[in-house]
């Protein structure tokens, strides 16, 4: 358990609608950064948000946009959802101390499922 | 441009030792990170390395040459619940102030047979 837990586990969705998904991040974790895994592959960086900015993003579109709130809890949006969407999207968390080595710890993810 | 290179798959027997090793191209290096997922569960960190040389812990080794772009993971006494993708990930250090962007190859599928 890496105390990091992402809502909703599995989700489906048509082409055109939006969604939103939810992480919240292990305690004293001050940085939440956000994965799409495609289904054989490795998980692809889309951004992360630290102290509630955007702190770096992706080769992924706008449509792709998230937010972090004070208790450092996060969100992703999509919208306009394409079938290419359909991936486990995984939230990590860690710990910024300005040293290297700052350890991501991952949710589960959730599976979307774009019809 | 950034590249992560692993095997796809490899297969080996309960008890042996086994090799999955990773290379990388990547514009900057802070540091190589070993995952380990099982289907349809959250990566689970095993290793970090950021100096050359050889990481032990437990059962689990990782070793990293940054002259070579190059870092394996070695699994001895394997476990049938050792089955599983195995993710070897590059922090990118244009990030480095701030938790760091992790840029990931595309796994390994360890299958351990009896």
């Known amino acids: ?115 | 441009g950034q590249n992560i290179d692993q095997p796809t798959e490899m297969t080996a027997t309960e008890g042996a030792i086994v090799q999955i090793n990773c290379t990388y191209q990547t514009s900057g290096f802070n540091g190589l990170f070993w995952y380990q997922q099982h289907a349809g569960e959250a990566p689970t960190f095993l290793s970090y390395n950021v100096l050359d040389g050889l990481e032990e812990k437990g059962r689990f080794s990782s070793f990293l040459s940054r002259s070579k772009g190059y870092s394996y993971l070695l699994l001895k006494e394997l476990q049938m619940k050792d089955s599983a993708s195995y993710l070897c990930a590059v922090r990118d250090p244009r990030l480095d102030n701030q938790g760091g962007k992790l840029i990931f190859g595309q796994g390994t599928e360890l299958s351990v047979k009896p």
């Not at chain 1, 959802?81 to 910024?96: G, R, V």
């Open chain 1, 1 to 115: 358990e890496t105390g990091v837990t992402q809502s909703p586990t599995h989700l489906i969705k048509t082409r055109g609608q939006q969604v939103t998904l939810r992480c919240s991040s292990q305690s004293g974790h001050n940085t939440v950064s956000w994965y799409q895994q495609a289904l054989g592959q490795g998980p692809q960086f889309i951004f992360q948000y630290y102290r509630e900015e955007e702190n770096g993003r992706g080769n992924f579109p706008p449509r792709f946009s998230g937010l972090q709130f004070p208790n450092y809890s996060s969100e992703l949006n999509v919208n306009a959802l394409e079938l290419d969407d359909s991936a486990l999207y995984l939230c990590a968390s860690s710990l910024t101390s300005g040293g290297a080595g700052n350890i991501q710890y991952f949710g589960a993810g959730t599976r979307l499922s774009v019809l």
